[in-house]
Nanobody
Framework: QIRLMESGGGSVQSGGSLTLSCAAS????????MGWFRQTPGKWREGVAF???????TYADSVKGRFTISRDNDNRTMSLRLNNVKPEDTAIYYC?????????????????WGQGTQVTVSS
């Protein structure tokens, strides 16, 4: 059974830090591009950060320099470190895997999703 499970969400003050984790099982994790998306009510699911099977990473401009994505292939986990968070980072954060397409920022091009974890940043 394919499964992605996020953890680490919570409430944090503006300027603070938080680390999200995603645990994967049921598929060939090491071969897949993995990513983090976020979504707020009434808005499109936004691509945040991505890490390829070879460890190379890509970030949305809105989080570049503040967020860091990493993966541990031995433990089949992926993390997103959020530094210097802002109120506009408040969202449900989703882990995604199995990118099939040409635009890694498109949520339509991922086959596997976690259930999401809430991040709330207060000013």
């Amino acid at each position: 059974q394919i499964r992605l499970m996020e953890s680490g969400g919570g409430s944090v003050q503006s300027g603070g830090s938080l680390t999200l984790s995603c645990a994967a099982s049921g598929f060939a994790y090491n071969d897949y591009c993995m990513g983090w998306f976020r979504q707020t009510p009434g808005k499109w699911r936004e691509g945040v950060a991505f890490v390829n099977a070879d460890g190379t990473s890509t970030y949305a401009d809105s989080v570049k320099g503040r967020f860091t994505i990493s993966r541990d292939n031995d433990n089949r986990t992926m993390s997103l470190r959020l530094n210097n968070v802002k109120p506009e980072d408040t969202a449900i954060y989703y882990c995604a895997a199995d990118h099939m397409g040409t635009n890694m920022f498109s949520p339509l091009e991922y086959n596997y999703w976690g259930q999401g974890t809430q991040v709330t940043v207060s000013s």
